[in-house]
C-alpha cells in the first residue's frame, strides 16, 4: 500500500491481484483513528488474504470523509485532511 498526502487530503493506493471483486474488499473505521483494509480471495486457498490496518494522527482527518473506490484492480482510499495538520506525523501503515 503506497501514501500519498497532500494538504487537503491522504491517498492510500494499492495494486489487488486479478480475481478480486469490489465485495471481496472491506474498509472500515475503527475507533482511534484508524482504518482497517482487508480483501479477500474466496476462491483461492493460497495468497488469498490481504490485511492493512493504518493509524492516522486524530487531529490530522475526518474519518467521516473516508472514500474508497475500486477499479481495475487497484483500490484508491481518500481521506480528508482537517486543517493545520501539515506539522502532524505521516500516517502509518501495517501490513498483516
Known sequence: M??????????????????????????????????AVVADLWHREHDSHYEWEVLFSPADVDMMSVRAVFEAGQLMIHVRRRPGGDDLPQPLIYSQ
Open 2 to 35: 503506497r501514501l500519498q498526502s497532500t494538504q487537503s487530503q491522504h491517498i492510500l493506493a494499492v495494486l489487488l491481484p486479478e480475481g478480486l471483486a469490489p465485495e471481496m474488499v472491506t474498509v472500515s473505521a475503527k475507533k482511534g483513528a484508524r482504518l
